[in-house]
């Protein structure tokens, strides 16, 4: 039971708690005032008539009686100041009765937010829902293309998973950003895969990416779009969460789906594993290095690619088994990383399709 007394400076709750001598206690009076109740040790009144002391002192005595009968009541009032409110309903007991619902830890929230990302855009969210539904935690959608998402609000509704049909602002908020597309899912992040597990299940013909500090989202999507196109199943980061961004998702236009980011303890580690396993390893040079067009490329093939600026350091750069370069007019320094990932992937396919 609690009361409100509400001022302009501040907001005092009032709690009523019932003590410990409410067991025994057969008083069934009003619990905030304590009147109208019997108590089995009060006094019988004295006779107002046979005392000898003023009237005064006699109103004195049944002011003092009742403060008595009020004292006895099985309810004490208990104030707590609006701090100590915060407290308590930041960090509840198990001891009062809340449910899992009435607080969340922090600590549990941050990790849960660790492992979700967003994901936006049409063409990825639709890839995504085919691909992995149950990753899916909670979706947005516009009016616009929910008659495109037919399927996956029957599934969201079947599996009791949260959506919401918002306006385009509300879901630029939901999303982070504006080019949203429409529609925006929060998902259950996709480990990476070590390099051993990858190398264990790779097929004949295999062909990976590997990028040395390539972190532009827009560079990442676009690679991950021209690997999908051209069969290239692997890319390998120092960090999985890298090819996971929503930027970098909604670029790849659904290639993000057909496409695993590996890892391994070093970038030079991870080549080196791809080496021993039989893997050829093709470093790129602006400058040097044998054409593209007269190269041969085996079945098993890691295209290493850097940042435009630097390029490759030169300890990766000695990792190569073979160093090209991409011929052209010469106008411009170099090409973009996803525009060069996706002229030597084509190539590859080419060849092993041929």
């Keep these: 039971m609690n009361d409100e007394n509400k001022s302009k400076s501040s907001k005092v709750k009032v709690m009523y708690v019932r003590g410990e001598e409410a067991t025994s206690s057969r008083s069934s009076g009003n619990p905030r005032t304590g009147k109208g109740g019997r108590s089995s040790d009060r006094k019988a009144p004295t006779d107002r008539r046979s005392s000898s002391s003023p009237r005064r002192d006699d109103s004195s005595a049944r002011r003092n009686e009742s403060s008595s009968h009020r004292n006895d009541s099985p309810w004490r009032t208990v104030s707590k100041r609006p701090t100590e409110q915060k407290e308590s309903a930041q960090a509840p007991s198990a001891e009062e009765g809340l449910t899992a619902k ?27 829902f ?10 947005w959608f516009v009016q616009s293309v929910t008659p495109r998402f037919r399927e996956t609000l029957r599934w ?3 599996n009791r998973k949260a959506y919401h049909v918002v306006d385009d602002s509300e879901l630029a908020k939901a999303a982070g950003t504006e080019h949203h597309g429409g529609v925006c899912f929060i998902i259950k992040k996709q480990t990476g895969l070590d390099v051993a597990a990858w190398l264990s299940q790779a097929a004949e013909q295999d062909c990976v990416v590997a990028l040395e500090n390539v972190g532009n989202p827009h560079n990442l999507g676009a690679i991950m779009r021209s690997c999908a196109h051209f069969g290239a199943k692997a890319i390998l980061v120092n960090d999985a969460n890298l090819l996971e961004s929503g930027a970098a998702v909604r670029t790849a236009e659904g290639g993000a789906e057909h496409v695993r980011a590996v890892t391994a303890p070093s970038f030079l580690q991870g080549l080196d594993a791809f080496r021993r396993a039989g893997y050829s390893i093709v470093t790129t040079s602006s400058h040097e290095g044998q054409p593209l067009a007269s190269t041969t490329f085996p079945a098993k093939t890691v295209f290493v690619l850097g940042q435009e600026g ?39 396919w080419r060849q092993q399709k041929a």
Excluded: K, M
Excluded at 102 to 128: F, H, K, M
Excluded at 130 to 139: G, Y
């Design 310 to 348: 630097e390029g490759l350091h030169e300890d990766t750069l000695r990792q190569g088994d073979i160093s090209l370069s991409i011929g052209g007019t010469g106008n411009i320094e170099s090409l973009n990383v996803s525009v060069a990932a996706g002229i030597l992937l084509g190539e590859w």
């Design 102 to 128: 009435s607080y969340i830890d922090p600590e549990q929230l941050r990790r849960q937010r660790q492992e979700e990302t967003r994901v936006y855009g049409e063409n990825a969210c639709q890839a995504l």
């Design 156 to 158: 969201l509704a079947a």
């Design 130 to 139: 085919q691909s992995r539904p149950e990753a899916i935690v909670r979706a």
